[in-house]
């Protein structure tokens, strides 16, 4: 950065001291709390929040130094083991005690060593999917054990699932920390996404025109993650299309990362609402106010939309995937016959990888399918390559995009 130029924040401060008020609030009265959230991009929000100690003095007023606050993302990490290294960790760095000391004290002794010193602790837990997912949810009854029996031990949970639904109704009762204050948060708004934008063209001495950036936020609807990836195909390849831009692999991978986060019955509201086929029984479900809720879903009026826009290629890609059918062994794209169409090597591929949709078929498999016993002799990476070159070729002659049959490097084939 050249000398007397100011970074530009990844989101407007606006919205910054808006979450630093709602997070840190949950902190300051010792309490704790979930965080509900489309994405997963709290990690940067978080930090930016605890790494400024103006933001911090605003909210938590002039003691705020008393506060020890620190972002762990848990992935698939021990619960228990990742708390206790933090603990321990920002012992030793506020010179707390020692590590040696430390080392011999349970999770709720180095706590209360903490709090003889008058601090307290506000952990900022991400990344919680697979804790909530498993069968054994100790861990999070443990914290909620900690939590309960601590009097300067607060936590707030980022959640990509909607632990509000019914199914989650066991959470309540044995971590009822997760319910203490719940916020739902949305999608950005028009401002933030081109904040974002305005971020990395600074970042990487990079400009896109009003229109294209317009064109980006509208698309996106306010998912971060989606409108980096169109400003890094833009910024990659400058004689690409905004069009372009949205249908690149990358572009497609990441949307069909966000369509899975989606619950099926989530899914098929969101497939309803592009398909223009919602009922009555639709809005007065649970998943529907949800959606609603954090913006995936938009009512203006007597309209509904998606919130992100581009989800929508998603159902579409899958309608294309669905048209094609075997019937008796017979390959049907609608109710189109397509088998004689296709050389034998061709409809025997073809019908593996219908087999397998949307799973990774690998070479060997491809290859004992098309030449029998004796593939060992008669395989070769070219030969397959050559057949998946000729498939798209086919493919595109039939009017389908050829793009539905995706190499998978070192592995194989997905169809999907």
């Known amino acids: 950065m050249l000398k007397g130029q100011r970074e530009i924040p990844p989101i407007t401060p606006e919205t910054t001291m808006r979450n630093a008020r709602r997070w840190l609030n949950i902190i300051r009265y010792g309490e704790s709390g979930t965080v509900i959230q489309p994405q997963d991009d709290c990690e940067y929000r978080t930090l930016e929040i605890v790494n400024n100690p103006k933001i911090l003095k605003s909210v938590l007023g002039p003691y705020y130094k ?30 707390i005690a020692t590590e040696g000391v430390l080392s011999e004290l349970k999770n709720e002794e180095i706590l209360n060593e903490i709090a003889k010193k008058g601090y307290d602790v506000g952990f900022f837990i991400s990344h919680i999917k697979s804790l909530l997912t498993k069968n054994d949810i100790q861990p999070l009854i443990d914290l909620e054990l900690l939590i309960r029996t601590s009097k300067n031990f607060s936590v707030v949970v980022f959640s990509e699932l909607d632990i509000t ?14 319910y203490d ?9 028009a401002s933030d996404s081109k904040q974002f934008i305005a971020h990395y063209n600074h970042k990487w001495k990079f400009s896109l025109p009003e229109k294209i950036i317009q064109e980006i936020v509208d ?3 306010g998912y971060l993650w989606l409108i980096h990836q169109a400003q890094r195909n833009l910024r990659d390849n400058p004689e690409m299309t905004v069009t372009e831009a949205f249908n690149h ?20 509201i969101i497939r309803k609402t592009v398909l223009g086929n919602l009922n009555g029984k639709d809005f007065v479900t649970h998943e529907y106010q949800y959606l609603k809720s954090i913006q995936i879903i938009e009512e203006d009026r007597n309209q509904i939309r998606l919130g992100i826009p581009l989800l929508s290629t998603v159902i579409e890609h899958e309608n294309r995937l669905n048209n094609f059918k075997i019937r008796e062994n017979n ?19 073809m019908l593996l990888l219908l087999s397998f949709k949307k799973r990774v078929m690998s070479r060997d498999t491809v290859a004992k399918t098309i030449w029998g016993k004796d593939w060992e002799e008669k395989y070769s990476d070219w030969a397959i390559d050559r057949l998946a070159h000729r498939m798209r070729r086919k493919l595109k002659t039939l009017g389908i995009d050829e793009k539905l049959l995706k190499t998978v490097k070192k592995k194989g084939f997905i169809f999907g």
Request: proline letters at 3%; one cysteine or more; charged letters at 35%.
């Open 66 to 95: 008393k506060y020890l606050l620190k972002y762990l993302p848990i992935d698939q990490k021990d619960l228990d083991k990742t708390i206790r290294d933090s603990l321990i960790e920002i012992c030793t760095e506020r010179k």
């Open 165 to 178: 639904h019914d199914k989650y109704n066991f959470l309540a009762d044995k971590c009822s920390f997760f």
């Open 219 to 221: 698309a996106c609807g």
């Open 249 to 268: 692999e990358l572009m497609q991978r990441k949307l069909d990362v966000i369509w899975n986060k989606f619950t099926k019955t989530e899914q098929n």
């Open 331 to 349: 390959l049907f794209i609608g109710n189109i016959d397509i088998t004689m169409k296709l050389s034998p090597k061709e409809r025997a591929f």
């Open 181 to 189: 204050h719940i916020i739902k948060y949305p999608l950005y708004d």
